[in-house]
């Protein structure tokens, strides 16, 4: 019969305790993050070690690290953390998920202009759910979702991960915005193969719409380019008559702000558009009600 060691002396929470100095690779700020006093975190730090039997930390005063022993320790107590999170999750909503937290990630290229459009029919859907909003870049959204940080990501690309499985909701054309210098009449429509794509002003390398907008031109690098760190921004360098943009359909819905300094143009002779997915990890034991969330996101009609 296998004699298992008693687990007395072991807590979740000392583990959080230990993952927390180990990421600010400081007791002090752990302490902050963690909500209790740096003596306290401290004192609880040793008396694990004391438990153990080896030191995670090497204090030594002109220097900190985690010792060899501290690392295999902190690989371990990461897969414990993940499963025991894992496991609130699972038991938070065992009747009905949508009658919990949602976290939904989204991308700053499509979140603003996309949820005024969704919001009141989710929350008339769902009136019982609690509907989480995170804004990120996509990297750091699929970190996220890995890190079970969220429930589910909204993005313009496919993730590469195994873990995520994702399905389609809809296709966002691209507009052309133009600054008023070019003398082109509002909302006529524009060929793509007469365009001078030497004008194009892109988003700043952190938002995969760069590399979609990249990939429809016959540019080269476009590292010397002037480059907007935000859709707002690249709004605003237009209107200045910095160049044009390509901007996604819905963020080009309404007053823009600018008095007539910019006009906006669909584009002909070539399929220009980004598909949005949405993504869940696959070892989510709410799959089929995401299923379902999405099929419900795919009736709202959007105003494309």
Partial sequence: MVVHQSLSGLSLRDFEYIQAVARNKSFGQAAIDCGISQPAISQQ??????????????????????????????????????????????????????????RLGIIPTLGPYLMPHILRAIRDQYPNLKLNLVEATTNDLKEMMLAR?????????????????????????????????????????????????????????????????????????????????????????????????LLPALSVLGSDGMNGLITYHPIAGRTLERAIQVSWRKNDYRIDTFAGFLSFLRTVVLPL
């Fill in 45 to 102: 730090i040793r008396k694990l070690e004391a438990r153990l039997g080896f030191p995670i930390f090497d204090r030594s005063a002109h220097s900190f690290y985690v010792t060899p022993a501290g690392e295999m320790f902190l690989k371990k107590i990461d897969v414990i953390l993940t499963e025991a999170r894992a496991l609130l999750d699972a038991t938070a909503s065992l009747n009905d998920p949508m009658e919990s937290e949602l």
């Fill in 149 to 245: 940080q969220l429930d589910l990501i909204c993005l313009a690309t496919m993730p590469e991960f195994e873990e995520l499985e994702s399905q389609h909701w809809f296709d966002e054309p691209y507009i052309l915005a133009c600054p008023v210098e070019y003398a082109l009449k509002d909302n006529t429509v524009m060929q793509w193969s007469q365009f001078d794509q030497e004008q194009l002003l892109f988003p700043s390398t952190e938002h995969c719409m760069r590399d979609q907008t990249m990939g429809f031109c016959n540019l080269a690098a476009a590292s010397d380019r002037r480059v907007g760190s935000s859709l707002e921004m690249l709004r605003q360098m237009v209107a200045a008559g910095e160049g044009a943009a």
